[in-house]
């Protein structure tokens, strides 16, 4: 990329921006990536695949993740209630670059001593 090609544009009018601002959050990847592996997963489940994450902060990264359309909320009319998470067609279109960048990931990191 040349520096010309920086200077014509900002930073947050790109799709880099987009992607980043539908993934930043401590939680949002490894709930997307627990979804991939899972595809339906209920509240609690998804508690404890990612372990320490408090009640409130997964309820608030679930309802960004919906709001933005990576997934699909699907509540049943039980008591008590019952709620389950899918990935949505464009929460699916994001996996191929989760699982790229475990790849690099994996290809460099320090091995553990």
């Known amino acids: 990329m040349s520096i010309e090609c ?11 921006n987009y992607t980043m601002s ?4 401590k ?3 490894f709930i997307l990536y627990t979804l991939s ?5 209920r509240f ?22 919906e709001a ?4 699909i909320r699907k509540e049943y009319a039980q008591i008590p209630p019952k709620v389950e998470y899918r990935l ?3 929460g699916k279109s994001l996996i191929p670059i989760l699982d ?5 990931g994996e290809a460099h990191r320090e091995p553990k001593a």
């Open 22 to 25: 539908l993934i930043q959050g």
């Open 6 to 16: 920086i200077a014509d544009h900002r930073l947050e009018d790109t799709g880099f």
């Open 37 to 41: 592996c899972y595809e339906v997963v």
């Open 68 to 71: 933005d359309g990576l997934i």
């Open 100 to 104: 790229q960048m475990c790849d690099w």
């Open 88 to 90: 949505s067609e464009k």
């Open 44 to 65: 609690n489940e998804m508690k404890r695949y990612i372990g320490d994450v408090s009640f409130k902060t997964l309820s608030n990264t679930l309802k960004a993740l």
């Open 27 to 29: 939680y949002k990847m």
